[in-house]
C-alpha cells in the first residue's frame, strides 16, 4: 500500500530536549516536505527536498533542521524545541514538479506538545 | 504574509444541495493549484487540481474553477453528501516548487 508514515504520532516534551519524527515513503518519491499545521494558519511549509542530499526552507524554517540521506526517508529535527513549535506536523511527498506531478500525499500527522 | 487566502472558516449545507468553497491568491507567478480534503486525525488528501492553462477541471462532483484575472479559485461539490463533511484546503504552488496552502474552510453537509 503506497503511504507515507510519520512517527511518533504523538509526543509531549520539554524545552530543550532533542527529539526526531521520522518521515519515509514507499512510493519512490523525490519530493518530500514537512508543515505544520496551527488554527488559523493552515498548513505551513518548514522544509522541502527536491532529492536525496537538496534540502531547502519554506516559510518557517526556524528551530528545525532536515537531512535526506537516503529517498524514501526525510526526519524533521527539533534540536532545542521551545513551546512556540507546539503543533500538528505532516510529512508530503509528491512525484515531482509540474502539472499532474504535484499531488502531494501526506502522512496522517505528528501531534508535538512541548511544555 | 499568506499568499493563499481561504476567508471562510466554516460552511453549512444542507445535503443534495451545492457547496462553493472560495480561495483566493496573490502571487500572479502561481501556476498550479489544488484543493485537499482533511478528515480528523488524517492526513490532507488531494482531491482535485487545476493548471493556470485552464479555467475549469472536473471529477465527478468536484469541479473547480479558476479565475486568473481575478486571483480567484473555488470549488464546487454537488450534490453535497454527509461525507463530504471535512476540512477543505486549497493550495498553490510555482512550478510545484513551495506548495502554499490557506488555513482551510471546513464544511458541514446535513442530513
Known amino acids: 500500500e503506497a503511504q507515507v508514515t510519520q512517527n511518533p504520532r504523538y509526543l509531549i516534551t520539554v524545552t530543550g530536549k532533542k527529539l526526531t519524527v521520522t518521515c519515509s515513503q514507499n512510493m519512490n518519491h523525490e519530493y518530500m516536505s514537512w508543515y505544520r499545521q496551527d488554527p488559523g494558519l493552515g498548513l505551513r511549509q518548514i522544509y522541502y527536498?527536491?532529492?536525496?542530499?537538496?534540502?531547502d526552507k519554506g516559510d518557517v524554517p526556524e528551530g528545525y533542521k532536515v537531512s535526506r540521506k537516503e529517498k524514501r526517508n526525510f526526519p524533521l529535527i527539533l534540536e532545542s524545541p521551545s513551546p512556540n513549535q507546539t503543533s500538528l506536523y505532516f510529512c508530503?511527498?509528491?512525484?515531482?514538479?509540474?502539472?499532474?506531478?504535484?499531488?502531494?500525499?501526506f502522512g496522517e500527522g505528528s501531534r508535538l506538545t512541548v511544555l | 504574509d499568506q499568499q493563499v487566502k481561504q476567508n471562510s472558516p466554516s460552511l453549512s449545507v444542507q445535503e443534495g444541495r451545492i457547496s462553493i468553497l472560495n480561495c483566493d491568491y496573490t502571487?500572479?507567478?502561481?501556476?498550479?493549484f489544488l484543493w485537499y480534503k482533511k478528515y480528523p486525525a488524517e492526513g490532507p488528501t488531494f482531491l482535485i487540481s487545476?493548471?493556470?492553462?485552464?479555467d475549469k477541471n472536473e471529477d465527478g462532483r468536484f469541479t473547480v474553477f479558476l479565475n486568473k484575472s481575478a486571483k480567484h479559485l473555488s470549488l464546487h461539490i454537488v450534490p453535497s453528501q454527509p461525507g463530504d463533511s471535512a476540512v477543505y484546503f486549497c493550495?498553490?504552488?510555482?512550478?510545484?516548487?513551495?506548495?502554499?496552502f490557506g488555513a482551510g474552510t471546513r464544511l458541514t453537509v446535513k442530513p
Open positions: 502571487n500572479s507567478m502561481f501556476d498550479y
Open positions: 487545476i493548471s493556470s492553462i485552464k
Open positions: 508530503a511527498s509528491s512525484r515531482g514538479r509540474g502539472p499532474d506531478t504535484g499531488e502531494l500525499f
Open positions: 493550495a498553490a504552488s510555482v512550478n510545484n516548487n513551495d506548495m502554499r
Open positions: 527536498s527536491m532529492n536525496v542530499e537538496v534540502t
